[in-house]
């Protein structure tokens, strides 16, 4: 016990403090092909926080998302300019391995996508394929828990993934991403391919999951911003001309605040227009 | 002349439906559509006089002596006893090689291959070769493996002949089956921080197996019934042993090949007796391996 | 700092303080590098499969050509085939077109029976066929396209010939014939040309034939003058690849045409294709290094040529069909 204890307070002295921010993105800008899609962004995500990301369509939230995990590397002629700073490296730099970035920093996707095999494979791939032998039973379990899931299932965890509603299928996509135990949790617009219990739900499991990881979700749904989250970055689309004569359209952070701020006195009269309703 | 006036215009179409009510329009019509009909039931027709014909034969001659013996001069002694065992190791053989090759090829044209001119004209590639005729085939394999490799006129150089012929039809359809599997797999795969590999093999592939052992077993039922390519490798018409797979280096005969032997003997009894005897053994294998790999198709394949 | 009770990586909760420095820089996959190098391997079989047919065919031709006694023009315009025996003697002959003839004539035939009966099916099936006879007659013919062609061999000598010999008489239909094998070679070819013309047929937006239908056409007018010209660029591929089809097809022309290259036009007559005279010859006595080895080449490579001309072509139409809708 007290060894540990000596090398722990060593390993504090040699590392640098961790700042409270896990990410931080500066000047981020990214493309695909030609397309500018998202124009400099800056912004920190803080640790063991809900930060939302809203706006109307197209204005580049996703895109935005999947960069915090490298997830746009699977679009042919993205590219990323600017920096992605995750507990201080940059994402995007050289010898920087997605997969080892997607191990730490997991993503729940907008419609759910779990793999066509049984309960208990789903949240089992993850750790498999990270090396864990042995059995895992206890780990299964332990995540269906936290996701809320375990009791509807746990009799039938060798049944296929499919036979489970759209809200329990999206539970069991989050527990499945639990189990790799990830740093960070991006969602995707979770909840809207579901409908407003299983919505609910998942919302309460985001803020009890908050205490372990930080997250970061994209909704379309200012409500569900206001409810959850505790910051909110609102972006939208701007057109400006471009070299050639014409128009270029991209996205662009307009205001980032904590969300009683942004709902409730915003800075920018183009996120109170949003919040009120009078566009998007 | 311009239909100008609205009278007119009504008068002109009045014209036409009342000319298409007219008898001779339907008649016409109606004989159109049996023309197509009949032709179309040529192909069937003549399919089922082949078929026909076949039992007719060979239905009588066909019994346990017939597949249980070997070649012989007289017509009534003679049987398939080689063929069958020949082509059942020439079917080993043939699937050990190109399954793995053309699930590992489609695998890697369809989940890694980056989307460069290089990539596209492999593509082109395989297109291409599922054209090349296959006696061709038959040369390659002659040139390659019986004389530059010095295999031999034997079952190994037939069956790799064998593969390499079926070889783009395995990638094909193995590509269709990886491609019918939906991206959001693959991603869900990734951002749980698993390599491509280790989500291709983990999960892409296994899912889209049942579609890609269909695609093999029609491919290999393909090969059952090739004749020209071994022939030009040297399949021996008449063979007096059995072929066993691990017999490589073995002269080797097949079902295809006793057909044609059979055939082009000028005594009625082979050309119609013993030739459509052990033709009803060949369609029969032939129906069981499509029948097994549609039934595949039909209970496993998933419809995502 | 607290251990994932499986994975054994520490737990990334707690003071900021507790956190090692991080490295994403990955582990070096050896397993991974090999097997990725396995599969591209695999797909490098494929070109090394084309390559080697083209060194064979043309290595060989080479070898053939380079001879002292064989002329590409000769090849080219000669009219007698006999490659046999000793090269200096006056029998021996290399011209190549008897060959040419019989594939070409055999072919002939077969594409006279295949075109009409395979577009008429195609229409039907597409236009025409109720669901549940359509249910049936397309299994049909997918049935027929996976008949081997030795046992299509067998029924050209065993019943198309005594037919044509009972219907034209003994005298006038030889034993091998090239009629008897291109009837039943179109009847071979039917599915393939019935099939990717109903492909191409099919493609045809409805709206296309709605807009005809209400404009008062009948069924046989849309078929004929609306859908058949729209899928003309995939009739057209399903065309040119049943004559490919036909060009190389072996086992039915060696069992049912003859053994015997000859110039004639008449389709009872005895002739040898291209690819008849491959199987012949490679089953003889020649091996490698004497010329008639090389001639089963010479003909091989020709063949590879028109083979490939047709595929290529056939593609360009496929990809036309396709871009237009």
């Known amino acids: ?280 | ?304 | 700092m607290s251990e994932h009770p499986v994975i054994g990586a520490p737990v990334l909760v707690g003071d900021p303080g507790d956190r090692p420095p991080m490295s994403l820089g990955g582990r070096p996959r050896r397993g991974e590098q090999l097997a990725m190098a396995l599969l591209a391997l695999a797909g490098a079989v494929t070109v090394l499969t084309t390559v080697g047919i083209v060194a064979v065919l043309f290595f060989d031709a080479a070898s053939f050509f380079r001879e002292p006694v064989v002329s590409l023009w000769a090849f080219v315009t000669g009219t007698e085939w006999r490659p046999f025996g000793n090269p200096e003697s006056d029998a021996f002959r290399i011209g190549v077109l008897p060959l040419l003839n019989g594939t070409l004539l055999v072919t002939g035939i077969a594409m006279l029976i295949a075109i009409p009966l395979g577009l008429a099916s195609a229409m039907y099936l597409s236009e025409y066929a109720p669901r549940r006879v359509r249910a049936v007659l397309k299994p049909a013919l997918e049935l027929l396209a996976g008949v081997p062609t030795v046992v299509l061999g067998w029924f050209a000598v065993d019943f198309m010939t005594p037919v044509l010999r009972g219907a034209f008489g003994d005298e006038r239909v030889a034993i091998f014939n090239a009629a008897s094998a291109g009837i039943v070679m179109g009847i071979m070819i039917v599915p393939t040309i019935a099939s990717l013309s109903e492909d191409a047929m099919s493609a045809v937006p409805s709206g296309l034939r709605e807009a005809a239908y209400g404009l008062g056409s009948t069924r046989r007018r849309v078929v004929l003058s609306v859908v058949f010209p729209a899928a003309l660029s995939g009739v057209v591929a399903a065309i040119i690849l049943g004559i490919g089809r036909a060009i190389g097809e072996t086992m039915i022309v060696a069992i049912a045409a003859g053994g015997m290259p000859q110039m004639t036009a008449n389709p009872f007559e005895q002739v040898q294709t291209m690819t008849a005279y491959i199987v012949q010859a490679v089953r003889g006595e020649a091996g490698p290094g004497s010329l008639t080895y090389e001639s089963i080449f010479a003909v091989g490579a020709l063949l590879f040529l028109m083979t490939f001309a047709l595929n290529l072509a056939a593609q360009r139409f496929v990809r036309r069909y396709r871009e237009a809708y």
Not at chain 1, 40 to 46: F, L, R, T
Not at chain 1, 259 to 265: A, Y
Not at chain 2, 266 to 271: K, S, V
């Open chain 2, 1 to 304: 002349m311009a239909l100008s006036t609205p009278q007119r215009s009504a008068e002109a179409a009045a014209a036409v439906l009342a000319g298409s009510a007219s008898a001779g329009r339907t008649r016409g019509e109606r004989v159109f559509a049996v023309l197509l009909l009949g032709a179309t039931a040529v192909s069937v027709l003549v399919l089922g006089l082949l078929i026909a014909q076949v039992l007719l034969d060979g239905l009588a001659r066909l019994d346990l002596q017939f597949l249980t013996s070997y070649p012989s001069r007289r017509a009534a002694r003679t049987g398939i006893r080689a063929g069958i065992t020949g082509s059942l190791s020439l079917m080993v053989l043939t699937a050990a090689v190109a399954f793995p090759l053309g699930v590992a090829a489609a695998v890697y044209l369809e989940e890694f291959a980056p989307d460069n001119r290089f990539t596209r004209l492999l593509e082109a590639n395989v297109a291409n070769l599922a054209g090349v005729p296959s006696v061709v085939y038959g040369l390659l394999g002659s040139a390659v493996f019986v004389y530059l490799f010095q295999m031999g006129r034997s079952l190994v150089a037939g069956a790799l002949t064998l593969a390499l012929l079926i070889l783009p039809v395995i990638i094909v359809a193995s590509r269709e089956s990886l491609r019918a599997v939906p991206q959001a797999i693959r991603h869900a795969g990734l951002a749980l921080g698993a390599t491509p590999l280790q989500v291709a093999a983990r999960q892409t592939v296994p899912s889209a197996l049942p579609g890609i052992f269909t695609g093999t077993i029609l491919a290999l039922s393909r090969a059952v019934g090739e004749t020209a390519p071994i022939l030009v490798v040297g399949a021996v018409l008449s063979r007096r042993s059995d072929n066993v797979p691990w017999g490589l280096l073995d002269a080797f005969t097949g079902l295809p090949i006793q057909i044609y032997d059979f055939v082009s003997r000028p005594q009625a009894d082979f050309r119609e007796g013993a030739a459509s005897a052990a033709i009803l053994v060949l369609l029969t294998v032939l129906l069981l391996m499509n029948s097994v790999a549609i039934v595949l198709r039909n209970r496993y394949a998933r419809r995502w």
């Open chain 1, 1 to 280: 016990m007290a060894w540990s204890q000596a090398v722990d307070t060593a390993a504090q002295a040699i590392v640098p403090a961790t700042p409270e921010r896990v990410f931080e993105l500066e000047h981020v800008s990214v493309s695909y092909g030609p397309n500018l899609a998202v124009r400099d962004v800056s912004m920190p995500i803080h640790r063991n926080e809900i930060t939302a990301l809203i706006g109307p369509s197209g204005c580049g939230k996703s895109t935005l998302l999947r960069c915090l995990n490298r997830m746009n590397d699977l679009i042919p002629g993205a590219h990323v300019d600017g920096q992605v700073r995750y507990h201080g490296i940059d994402l995007y730099s050289k010898g920087v391995d997605p997969v080892e970035v997607r191990r730490r920093i997991g993503m729940v996707f907008q419609k759910p996508n779990p793999f066509p095999k049984s309960i208990y494979d789903n949240i089992a791939f993850g750790p498999r394929v990270l090396g864990a032998k042995g059995n895992l039973d206890d780990l299964v379990e332990s995540c269906l828990r936290r996701a809320a899931l375990w009791d509807e299932v746990r009799h039938k965890l060798k049944s296929s993934a499919y036979g489970l509603s759209g809200g329990q299928q999206q539970r069991l996509c989050i527990a499945r991403a639990i189990a790799v135990n990830p740093d960070v949790i991006l969602m995707d617009e979770p909840c809207s391919a579901l409908d407003p219990i299983a919505t609910a739900r998942i919302e309460d499991l985001m803020r009890e999951l908050e205490d372990e990881y930080t997250i970061v979700i994209v909704t379309h749904n200012m409500q569900q911003a206001a409810r959850v989250s505790d910051r909110t970055a609102f972006m939208t689309t701007q057109v400006e001309p471009d070299e050639d004569g014409g128009d270029r359209r991209s996205g662009h952070l307009v205001e980032y605040d904590l969300t009683d701020r942004i709902f409730k006195n915003p800075a920018d009269p183009r996120t109170e227009d949003y919040i009120s309703g009078r566009f998007g």
